[in-house]
């Protein structure tokens, strides 16, 4: 029998070979549609992958602040969070499902449901396909729910509210989950809490919808740091937590087994002699598929930082920092292929694209910005 570190392993060797061939992918993208934007909903676009070029940007569909989306393993539903309807504590509403037609783009609602809680920012869908897995930034906790064979959102499985709070004075007054992910085995699901500046272990059982904490888990980080997000490294052994507060980057080494954290390394996430200003955070964090490169970025500073991942020992080496050629990447995005970044600009409206060097991790420019009002989530989808 594999371990769950090869088997995992050897999961994402075999994902990466299927999508090699692929020529072109969907892209959708989840908007604010705010006062402050045109947004109607999900957005779709298409990706040569040849080319790096995207298709102009169509409405896919009309939904209110669909601000997090999320694929099913099948690739055949997507996932949204309605923060408007969240943040009201809407009965049966706050989540929405969607067939997917993989050949036309075409999205059809399937139905609704609410997330047990309020102020949702991140939803994850475990490898099995059965629950749909939900942080709650406003609300300070996490829930799930099934998902029936069909793709329909089913009932709530969990709901669990985090309690505490740290050192900032107007950020982490409370506890504010950021994102929820899922153990590439499939037996965890870890949440970045910004407001408790922990990461905090959930064990998963996907066939109930069910999160179970055991006592005192999770791991610290420095007081002030408000964790946001984590990434895995594709061989399993590592894993990476992006810090908003402090603009940092931490190295972490995964027992699967027992899934812990042990901190390696903390670097910045800003150019060297760079100190945090005023309206400077960081969003997202995503491990290259070759394992080689990792890569965050800064809001504010507007720029994707890249490092070199040593594969012995996990830790980082800064290689540089890319402009996205526009405002607020609040979240950026890998294909599945790993040949090309797309960076989406919140607040200039806007994404673009970006050649990965296979050798050296930087990144290159790559055709016209792609107009998108407030994109602030992607997902790729192979067009069949």
């Known amino acids: 029998m594999l371990r769950p570190r090869t088997l995992a392993l050897a999961m994402l060797t075999a994902t990466a070979s299927a999508f090699a061939a692929e020529k072109e992918f969907f892209v959708y993208f989840g908007t604010y549609t705010n006062a402050k934007s045109t947004s109607q909903g999900i957005y779709r676009s298409r990706l040569d992958v040849a080319t790096g070029r995207l298709s102009p940007a169509e409405l896919a569909a009309e939904t209110k602040d669909p601000a997090w989306l999320a694929l099913h393993p099948t690739g055949k539903f997507l996932y949204a969070i309605d923060e408007s309807a969240d943040a009201k504590r809407t ?14 783009g075409a999205l059809t609602l399937l139905n609704h449901q609410d997330t047990g809680s309020s102020g949702a920012c991140h939803i994850s869908v475990d490898a099995t396909g059965r629950a749909l897995l939900v942080a709650h930034y406003g609300g300070g906790g996490v829930s799930a729910v099934a998902l029936q064979p069909d793709g329909r959102l089913g009932a709530l499985g969990t709901v669990v509210q985090h309690t505490g709070s740290s050192v900032h004075p107007a950020r982490q007054k409370a506890p504010h989950a950021h994102q929820i992910v899922v153990s590439p085995d499939n037996r965890f699901a870890f949440v970045p809490d910004l407001g408790l500046d922990r990461v905090l272990t959930y064990a998963l059982a996907p066939s109930t919808a069910r999160l179970t904490a055991p006592a005192a888990s999770g791991t610290s980080l420095p ?21 908003e507060l402090l603009c ?5 080494r995964y027992d699967a087994a027992t899934g812990t954290l042990t901190a390696l390394q903390t670097i910045s996430t800003l150019p060297p002699g760079e100190t945090v200003q005023r309206g400077t955070s960081t969003a997202e964090v995503i491990a290259h598929p070759n394992g080689q490169f990792l890569y965050g970025s800064n809001r504010g500073h507007d720029t994707i930082v890249a490092y070199a991942v040593d594969a012995a020992t996990g ?3 800064l290689i540089a920092h890319h402009s996205t050629l526009g405002k607020t990447p609040r979240h950026f995005a890998l294909d599945p292929t790993g040949t090309w970044l ?4 919140q607040d200039s409206h806007t994404a673009a694209v970006f050649r990965i060097d296979p050798k050296t ?10 107009a998108v009002p407030s994109p602030v989530a992607a997902v790729f989808v192979p067009v069949r």
């Open 248 to 252: 940092t980057m931490t190295a972490f």
């Open 361 to 370: 991790g930087r990144l290159t420019p790559t055709g016209p910005l792609l």
């Open 91 to 104: 009965p049966g509403q706050g989540l929405s499902a969607y067939a997917l037609d993989a050949h036309s």
């Open 223 to 243: 007081p002030g740091s408000g964790p946001r997000h984590l990434a895995f490294h594709p061989g399993g052994r590592f894993a990476y937590v992006i810090s």
């Open 342 to 345: 797309l960076a989406e600009n």
């Open 315 to 317: 830790q980082l080496t």
